[in-house]
């Protein structure tokens, strides 16, 4: 049913004036709700046209940016001063959206770094008010042992938080290479996705000590503010995940205070899970827990007329 797809690019401006990019992809046929997501570190947008089909065919429209230092968006590659940057640009991207019509009902859709500015999204924006529920894909709430080789120890404590607030007052710009941390042979078995990924050139696998020191601030917050979380969450995590912490995330799901929250865990896949083998099936899962979540509100908002 690709046919039913219209692809729109365009440009819109973010925080800081930084001249980022949107796409949309728009369900030729009318949809019933549209999706508005961002991507996972060193990714972008066009690496979610596989899944933007799914959802075209399942009666939806879809929309996602690049962040700030990804893809084709503005921004220094790998690195952000302030995290709260990245959540005003899904604002600036959702305001732009509106203004070209894109219709709701609104769903958010975030993976894996995506994951953790999608709830800090709704945790702090005056916009989350306008969407009804969150998918998250092995969403950022801490690191695998084996991702970020460079730096991955030293974020995953106290005192390696306290070591980069003083390394980044001191080399504030300075650069990691994390193409062993990121290596395509960690985040799917499908050899066809690994060597799609290794000709992209808009993947750039770096990290700034300023993107640590704020990916480590903003994931103490998403815990601290979890009850600020209203709307269903459906988080869907890969079991065997080098990259993330899928203990993170677990203990993430088990703090949510949300009414229609689902965990689903993916034992022997690897971090990117609408890449791998078998990601039809979890496709599938998502748009079941979505209809699932749908209905229950529909019955809610029934039972109380």
């Not at 797809?5 to 009318?30: C, E, H, T």
């Not at 075209?56 to 952000?80: T, V, Y």
């Not at 269903?232 to 205070?257: H, N």
């Not at 039809?280 to 029934?302: F, H, I, K, P, T």
Request: one cysteine or more; aromatic letters at 12%.
């Amino acid at each position: 049913m690709s046919e039913n797809i219209q692809r729109d690019q365009f440009r819109f401006v973010g925080p800081k004036s930084w001249d980022l990019n949107g796409r949309i992809w728009w369900n030729k046929s009318g949809a019933r709700g549209s999706f508005v997501g961002s991507h996972g570190y060193s990714e972008h947008s066009g690496c979610y046209d596989h899944f933007a089909k799914f959802w075209i065919d399942k009666g939806f429209h879809m929309a996602m940016l690049d962040l700030p230092g990804h893809g084709l968006s503005g921004g220094r590659r790998g690195n952000i001063d302030d995290f709260d940057d990245y959540v005003r640009s899904v604002e600036s991207f959702f305001r732009k959206l509106k203004e070209l019509n894109f219709p709701g009902p609104y769903y958010l859709f975030a993976h894996s770094l995506g994951g953790l500015v999608g709830v800090r999204f709704l945790q702090t924006s005056e916009l989350a008010r306008e969407f009804e529920l969150c998918i998250l894909s092995s969403p950022l709430f801490g690191l695998a042992d084996q991702a970020f080789h460079h730096v991955g120890t030293l974020v995953q404590s106290d005192w390696g938080l306290r070591i980069l607030e003083i390394a980044t007052s001191l080399v504030p710009n300075m650069n990691f290479s994390n193409d062993g941390g990121m290596s395509e042979s960690l985040l799917t078995h499908d050899d066809s996705m690994i060597r799609k990924r290794m000709q992209d050139t808009l993947i750039q696998p770096v990290v700034t000590v300023n993107w640590a020191r704020e990916f480590l601030k903003a994931r103490r917050l998403a815990f601290e503010d979890i009850k600020e979380i209203q709307i269903p969450v459906g988080i869907f995590q890969s079991g065997d995940d080098r990259i993330v912490s899928a203990y993170q995330t677990e203990k993430f799901f088990e703090a949510l205070q949300c009414s229609g929250k689902k965990f689903t865990l993916y034992p022997s896949l690897f971090h990117e899970i609408l890449n791998e083998v078998g990601r039809e099936q979890v496709m599938e899962d998502m748009y079941q827990w979505v209809e699932g979540a749908l209905s229950a509100s529909v019955r809610s908002v029934r039972g109380s007329t």
